[in-house]
């Protein structure tokens, strides 16, 4: 925020909020989050070393006031600096809890659409519309969620509005609400309760209302240095490697109106640049192209409506300067087929095994590191095919991979694999020769015969579905699903074996993660050349932080 004054806090008299409030709010907030991320994290329903509620949704945050970071950015009105974090929050969602903060965050952002100001009456509206955007944007909406704990905060912030009509008083009975609704979030939801825990969504909704509400009474000005959670290291060449679209002009622009003709501007654009990425409404339009005439797209768009938050780069620079930051190494020339595949990884193991049945990107990521919805939109941008089909290989990556397919102008499926196993053997059934819907197709029905199992070290103490678990000992977990704990680790591995039906399986697929060396893995192939005599091992290196192993049988 450099050595300008922060914006000033509001007062329990306070009736209206402009931009710059809202954005210092956003911010405060967003800080806060990242300072609890941890102990959201924690969290985690079964106690296994990779919890990343709060991380995903500190991470989805911060890209969503990522535009209101530059003090020379203010907007003017509440409706515009609104507007700068719907679009922000899409492309910025990590994981599953992410991606449903940036539907909250978008339903909030297009309710104040428009407003120079709002007061507590138009608060209370905002959370209601965001609740309401976030239970149609999930499928099959669960109880004794964040969804939960949004609207019931917000139901209380309507009543609270009509009391008194003061931000302050607004925001600080909501979140009482929200509190009051995260901890009832066990008796909605049972595995919660037996494993002791809050929701770790609602957790991080709360944990944001207290930045909030800690900005608007003072106890907090605006923070200096917001951004303090660096993101994950992503694989470079993964999303920006070099495609023919990597040259020309990256153009960025916001067209603002009242009645804009969205999907007639969508189309126009995506027949006249590359790498076309178009979101928003009748009201406000983002735009992201990749053209040789930047100008020809902005003349267009004027017609339309008010130009907003251009931004031109020389992608020939760009490449140039990318191209000078690694060294040079040869790639023979071959056809690319038809549909491009991208994958989901964690590990240098799965990922040379993912690009060995073809696999046209991997994208690192996993738990504790899930790629963000632009992560994942920028893979498939790097594609030269105009159809693509996409491997979460994670539950938690699904939704974000969801939202990606939805912001390009190529044809996407995404097959929802929940774990690379189940990614393994989708790609086992690819046809080059089918169509992009009948592949998708018969890989997602692949996923239903595929059993995945894993082996990690409990980070608490706990008792779920009938399991005693203790601190540091060895779990089992099958199909997500915890089964054993002890602190034997063959134990642990025979017994996960057993629950998988290894006995009448022709074939155990081993996958050994980081850490585990020669003398282990030995050990571990005498072990099943014991108990197992009749089945083939394959013991792979999967590379994979957290689990020991992930196991598979067909």
């Not at 020309?248 to 189309?267: D, H, K, Q, V, W």
């Not at 595949?341 to 964690?346: E, F, I, S």
């Not at 941008?381 to 979460?392: D, G, K, N, T």
């Not at 203790?470 to 134990?491: C, F, K, M, Q, Y």
Request: glycine share 8%; proline share 4%; with cysteine.
């Amino acid at each position: 925020m450099g050595d300008q004054a922060p914006a000033p806090s509001l007062t329990r008299s306070s009736r209206r909020a402009s931009g710059a409030e809202l954005r210092a709010a956003l911010l405060a907030a967003t800080d806060w989050l990242e300072h609890h991320a941890a102990s959201v994290n924690a969290l985690n329903v079964f106690p296994v070393p990779d919890g990343d509620t709060g991380t995903n949704m500190a991470l989805t945050m911060r890209g969503a006031v990522k535009d209101l970071a530059d003090e020379a950015t203010i907007a003017n009105s509440a409706g515009d600096t609104a507007a700068r974090i719907e679009y922000g929050a899409l492309m910025g969602a990590r994981g599953n809890s992410g991606v449903i903060l940036s539907q909250l965050l978008r339903g909030f952002s297009r309710s104040l659409q428009g407003q120079v100001d709002f007061d507590g009456v138009m608060l209370a509206e905002a959370f209601t519309a965001a609740a309401a955007l976030a239970y149609r944007a999930v499928i099959k909406p669960v109880e004794g969620t964040i969804l939960t704990v949004a609207r019931e905060a917000a139901a209380r912030a309507v009543e609270a509005a009509r009391e008194q009509n003061d931000l302050a008083y607004v925001v600080g009975e909501t979140l009482a609400a929200a509190r009051a609704s995260l901890e009832r979030t066990p008796d909605l939801l049972d595995l919660l309760r037996q494993a002791g825990v809050v929701d770790a969504g609602g957790m991080g909704l709360v944990v944001l209302l207290e930045g909030i509400h800690r900005y608007l009474t003072g106890e907090v000005g605006e923070p200096a240095a917001w951004a303090t959670m660096a993101a994950p290291a992503f694989d470079l060449a993964a999303v920006h490697a070099h495609h023919p679209d990597d040259y020309g002009y990256c153009t960025n622009f916001m067209i603002a109106g009242e009645t804009l003709p969205y999907e007639a501007i969508r189309s126009h654009l995506a027949a006249t640049g590359q790498s076309v990425v178009v979101v928003g409404d009748e009201r406000l339009i983002k735009v992201h192209l990749h053209t040789l005439d930047p100008g020809g797209a902005l003349s267009y768009a004027v017609q339309f409506g008010a130009l907003t938050q251009i931004k031109i780069d020389n992608m020939d620079e760009q490449k140039a300067a990318f191209a000078a930051q690694r060294p040079t190494v040869p790639v023979a020339e071959v056809e690319a087929p038809p549909i491009a595949l991208l994958a989901v990884a964690a590990g240098d193991g799965f990922a040379r095994i993912l690009t060995s049945l073809g696999v046209g990107r991997v994208i690192s990521g996993g738990q504790t590191m899930n790629p963000s919805a632009a992560d994942i939109l920028s893979a498939i941008e790097a594609m030269p095919q105009a159809e693509a089909i996409v491997l979460p290989n994670n539950g938690n990556i699904v939704m974000a991979a969801r939202q990606a397919a939805e912001l390009t102008a190529k044809r996407v499926e995404v097959v929802p694999s929940k774990s690379l196993p189940q990614g393994l053997a989708a790609l086992l059934v690819f046809d080059a020769g089918a169509s992009l819907a009948d592949n998708a197709a018969q890989m997602t029905e692949a996923l239903a015969g595929v059993r995945t199992g894993e082996l990690t070290r409990a980070v608490r103490t706990v008792a779920i579905d009938g399991v005693q678990v203790r601190a540091g000992e060895t779990i089992a977990l099958l199909d997500d699903r915890l089964i054993v704990s002890t602190t034997d680790p063959d134990e642990a591995l025979l017994r996960l074996l057993a629950a998988m039906g290894a006995a009448e399986a022709e074939l155990i697929t081993i996958y050994y993660g980081q850490g585990i060396d020669q003398g282990q893995r030995a050990h571990l192939q005498s072990l099943l050349a014991q108990r197992y005599p009749r089945q083939t091992l394959e013991l792979l290196d999967g590379g994979q932080p957290h689990y020991d192993f992930i196991l598979s049988v067909e």
